[in-house]
């Protein structure tokens, strides 16, 4: 029987992308999700673009009887690839219970049944946040893990910490980490995208709604930082990029033994943009003037974070290829569609 791929947080944003990508590639997916910051829709979605629905299954990870009852419904799983988790940062830091319980009691229970299979694949979420601001760019995945700013970057570190004790002691279980950098964007198709629920609290979802007229002007959140234009510099990296290198990382973990069962990527561009340069390259791939007002600088924010991207390149055979311009193109035309259906609803 061809084993299926579990992606957990699947109709969320990266999740549902890289559902797309494994489905794309001959994969066979069922998709854990308990709809807590994502929508059925999306399933919709999926299906539209390859013509193919995966299973689905509507379980809080939290609750560990349906863990052990799903791996007794699906004996087939091959690999898993974990993105259920809560992952706004603010949030984080006034409710850190929250995200401790759902973001490491979760990866424990499917780690311990994981831990029970003959053979277990394992790929984890994680995040450039566990770097904190690096002292040097760009950030290799040698550079030091430092003390996380807020419990959800906490909950990534402890995570990897987790995964990598386990697979020391388990030989019946493979695992890698990919660090993203900012991922940003949309499928071209623009039938799945990025959703946030309520204010976005990231930059390019944000621009995206204040150019269709749901927000009155963007806060650029300070413009005083010790770089060239005096705003903070990211790796925004195309979610479809991103979902590719997850099908890469599954089939190496399916293909390739590796040194303590355990391996970390980082995932970027390798290219760092600032603020105001995502707002002059939205404004030149949409034509529209963006609203925007510098404010304050944001609680926690770092100067400048961007990936060396030489391990992923190099080990992986995995490369970003696809523009910021690209990127916020897709993002604008998801927005304009997601913007219309409200609309028509
Ligand atoms: C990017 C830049 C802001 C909003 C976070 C998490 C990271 C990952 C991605 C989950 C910063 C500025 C933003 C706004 C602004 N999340 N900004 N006005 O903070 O780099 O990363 O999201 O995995 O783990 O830490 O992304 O998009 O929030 O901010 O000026 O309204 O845009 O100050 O410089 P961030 P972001």
Redesign the pocket.
């Known amino acids: 029987m061809k084993s299926k791929i579990l992606v957990t947080g699947g109709l969320g944003f990266i999740g549902s992308h890289t559902v797309v990508a494994l489905q794309e590639q001959g994969f066979d997916v069922v998709i854990i999700d308990n709809l807590s910051n994502s929508s059925i829709d999306v399933l919709a979605g999926i299906t539209k673009i390859t013509n193919k629905t995966p299973d689905f299954e509507n379980i809080d990870l939290r609750d560990k009887e349906a863990v052990v009852n799903f791996f007794e419904k699906y004996s087939d799983i091959g690999g898993v690839i974990h993105f259920a988790a809560s992952?706004a940062?603010g949030e984080s830091v006034e409710n850190p219970l929250l995200y401790y319980e759902n973001n490491l009691n979760t990866l424990i229970y499917l780690l311990q049944e994981l831990s029970k299979k003959d053979q277990s694949n394992f790929i984890f979420s994680s995040?450039?946040?566990v770097y904190g601001q690096a002292d040097e760019l760009p950030i290799s995945e040698n550079a030091p893990v430092k003390k996380a700013e807020s419990p959800?970057?906490n909950t990534k570190q402890i995570g990897e910490e987790i995964i990598q004790d386990t697979c020391k002691v388990y030989s019946n279980l493979k695992a890698i980490s990919l660090r993203?950098f900012?991922?940003i964007g949309a499928h071209p198709s623009a039938e799945i995208g990025e959703l946030p629920i309520g204010t976005?609290?990231?930059?390019?979802p944000?621009i995206t709604q204040t150019a269709i007229g749901k927000r009155e002007q963007?806060?650029?959140?300070?413009d005083d930082y010790p770089t060239p234009d005096g705003?903070?510099i990211?790796d925004y990296i195309h979610v479809m990029d991103l979902a590719n290198a997850h099908v890469i990382a599954l089939k190496r973990l399916l293909e390739v033994q590796l040194e303590n069962n355990y391996e970390v990527f980082n995932l970027g561009t390798g290219k760092g943009n600032s603020?105001l340069e995502?707002i002059q390259s939205f404004e030149r791939t949409s034509g529209k003037k963006l609203k925007y007002k510098i404010v304050g600088?944001?609680e926690g924010?770092?100067t400048a974070?961007y990936a060396d991207t030489n391990k992923a390149n190099n080990v992986l055979k995995w490369r970003a290829e696809r523009s910021l311009d690209e990127a916020l193109a897709s993002a604008w035309k998801w927005e304009q569609k997601v913007t219309k259906q409200e609309k028509e609803a």
Do not use: E, W
């Open positions: 992952k940062v995040s450039c946040t959800y970057g993203y900012n991922p976005p609290q990231n930059l390019v944000f963007l806060s650029v959140f300070g705003t903070c990211r603020v995502v600088r944001r924010d770092i974070a």
